[in-house]
């Protein structure tokens, strides 16, 4: 008799789950900044389940604490715990605690806010945020989600992708456009952030949005994966010529630190690594 754990197969995966509890993160899945009040109604016909499936997610979940009621009674919005829980998860990642400082001490060198990404899927995720105290007033903020193949932040948090690595994310045909920057193939987008690849770095005026710069490097783990991308936004569409080298400097030492803190070792510089195949 084998004495190794069990562990669920591909084919009984089934059998190891929850529904209850696959549906409520689901039904909080729902919400988001376009759809900040859900009533139940909306919930069970997104949900495809019974309104008292529905009415009894939405008690548990209030009596939690991850929803609560709008004026009125009738529609919900997420509540506390939820942002409880995110900022708890926030703290929990090694890069945050250890970046902070690094953030801090980057904003006063450039003059600039600067900030920590992470990717999730295809989007990427402000982590942390150094902000300046200035008239210019960023709508980015800590939880922030954009596009990763149309900012320069998620073209560094794809570096490490192979072409076939990209097209799983990205299927389809044509990639969504946000500005005539934006790649319109996958083909496009690997060419591209090849390039940043070799360069280390990216620095671009108004890739994203009109009138703002963004300047980014790579942050990597033990491993070489890259796990993050610390960057400064620069409220201006073009960059003082006379201060390019100096904030590219900084940027990129300040990542590179972040990475030795993470106990990365740079890669022998004469290891070509073929991501067409890999």
Not at 12 to 35: I, M, N, Q
Not at 181 to 190: A, G, I, R, S, Y
Request: charged share 25%; with cysteine.
């Amino acid at each position: 008799m084998s004495n190794k754990p069990e562990q669920p197969d591909d084919d009984g995966a089934d059998k190891y789950t929850v529904p209850g509890l696959e549906r409520g993160l689901r039904l909080l899945c729902e919400f988001s900044r376009h759809d900040k009040n859900l009533s139940a109604p909306e919930l069970a016909k997104r949900l495809d389940v019974p309104r008292s499936t529905v009415f009894r997610l939405l008690t548990t979940l209030e009596r939690m604490g991850f929803v609560e009621r709008n004026e009125g009674g009738r529609d919900y919005r997420l509540g506390m715990a939820v942002l409880r829980l995110g900022f708890e998860y926030l703290a929990s990642l090694e890069l945050t605690e250890i970046g902070r400082p690094l953030l801090e001490r980057l904003r006063e060198e450039i003059g600039y806010s600067t900030n920590i990404v992470v990717r999730d899927g295809r989007s990427i995720v402000y982590v942390a945020k150094s902000s300046m105290p200035a008239a210019f007033v960023s709508s980015v903020n800590v939880g922030t989600r954009l596009p990763a193949h149309a900012t320069v932040l998620g073209r560094v948090l794809l570096q490490d992708m192979t072409l076939p690595q990209l097209r799983e994310i990205y299927p389809e045909e044509h990639l969504k456009v946000y500005s005539e920057n934006t790649p319109q193939t996958v083909l496009d987008l690997f060419n591209l952030v090849q390039r940043d690849r070799e360069r280390g770095y990216v620095l671009e005026e108004g890739f994203f949005e009109r009138g703002i710069s963004t300047m980014a490097a790579p942050v990597r783990d033990h491993s070489g994966k890259v796990v993050a991308a610390l960057g400064a936004t620069i409220p201006e569409p073009h960059i003082d010529a006379s201060r390019l080298d100096s904030i590219v400097g900084h940027v990129r030492s300040a990542a590179e630190e972040l990475s030795r803190l993470l106990d990365h070792v740079p890669a022998n510089s004469a290891q070509v690594v073929n991501l067409w195949q890999r």
